[in-house]
């Protein structure tokens, strides 16, 4: 399976720059310039990991993050900023984000999140696929 993935920054060289990394890293890459948007493409097709600016013009990063988890509770969500502070991060976190990332974060730094986020993906799918089998087993009383 090929990691999917989308990024949401409203700085359009850094969205490029990074997502032209990880196209060359054999990795699929959607990307989107502000929180509509995104949400839009999160509505219509599954990513193993989304990066997400913190601060965005129109509905800012924490706002596109409860919307994105309203819609799909098992996404993964990782919080890219530049000035967050502790207290964002903290805000970030308790909202349902998985990690804060610093920009400019180190290649490496995103490719170890989206082999982590992938397997994540994975585990969440097969155990849902699990209990829909048991709920068919029960309800044909096995």
Sequence with gaps: MKAKVLIVDDEEDFLEALAERLRSRGIEVATAQDGVTALSLVSKEPFHAVFLDYYMPGINGLETLKLMLNQNPDLLVYILTGKAGLKEGVEAIKLGAKDVIEKPAELQEIL?????????????????????????????GW
């Excluded at 849902?128 to 044909?140: Q, V």
């Design 112 to 140: 170890e999140i989206i082999k982590n986020a992938e397997n994540e993906y994975i585990l969440n799918l097969e155990q849902k696929i699990k209990e829909s089998i048991s709920d068919i087993l029960r309800t044909k």
